[in-house]
């Protein structure tokens, strides 16, 4: 079965900080990737998702890029965070072709002050 | 489009009394419908899906799911809650595509013991 590493956990940064959060899988080949960004601990926004390497697909625009170098790695990038950027950011991937169900990671908390 | 929608925002119960958490639908076609559970501070787990077949679907935890077409319903249901079942619910929809999870709202269940 797969498994999600998401790292870092929990990050404090400045506004106007560049951020990287990496989504690492294991136990399954061109996983169907996804991030999504959770605020306020309850409805979760679709941000980005990817079907392979170096395919990115965006949800809504954004202060935020995605970037996908290798077939279970997965990057969630900003040049300068705003304020608006603080949530619980997850990282999912697509298990049964076809189906819709999803993975997740255990998530990385960023705050943003 | 498809969609899912979660009435309540909070649901209390007191523990060994049956929960149900309400998750209705709005579909053209066969929906496929799921449920999701979210401990504080970690990723979502996978409860349980509906694609076809049977309407009462079982998942994980002792918790089963009620598929009602002319209601357009698909309630979570356990017959006696814990208080370890205390955490945040999301009902999703999956309308195709590689991209088109869409979840609810959530709805906080808090078993009182």
């Known amino acids: 079965s797969q498994t999600i590493h998401q790292w870092p956990a929990t990050l404090v940064q400045p506004v106007g900080s560049p951020l990287s959060l990496e989504c690492t899988v294991e136990?399954?080949?061109?996983?169907?990737l996804y991030w999504y960004r959770q605020a306020a601990g309850r409805g979760l926004q679709l941000l980005f998702y990817s079907v392979g390497i170096g395919q990115i697909s965006s949800e809504v625009p954004q202060n935020l890029s995605a970037s996908r170098p290798q077939d279970r790695q997965f990057i969630l990038s900003s040049k300068k965070l705003l304020l608006s950027d603080s949530g619980f950011y997850l990282c999912?991937?697509?298990?049964?072709?076809?189906?819709?169900?999803?993975?997740f990671g255990e998530g990385s908390r960023l705050t943003v002050l | 489009a498809q969609s899912v929608a979660q009435p309540e925002d909070q649901v209390k119960v007191a523990e060994g009394n049956p929960l149900t958490v309400k998750c209705t639908y709005s579909?053209?076609?066969?929906?496929?419908l799921f449920w999701y559970v979210q401990y504080p501070n970690r990723g979502l787990q996978f409860l349980l899906k509906?694609?076809?077949?049977?309407?009462l679907v079982k998942g994980s935890y002792g918790f089963e799911a009620e598929f009602n077409k002319s209601q357009t319903s698909f309630h979570l249901k356990k017959p006696s809650a814990l208080v370890s079942d205390s955490a945040l619910y999301f009902c999703a929809d999956y309308s195709g595509g590689y991209q088109k999870v869409t979840f609810g709202t959530g709805t906080k269940l808090q078993v009182i013991p």
């Open positions: 579909v053209s076609g066969n929906p496929y």
């Open positions: 509906y694609i076809t077949g049977d309407n």
């Open positions: 136990g399954t080949s061109n996983p169907n």
């Open positions: 999912a991937e697509g298990g049964e072709i076809n189906t819709g169900e999803l993975f």
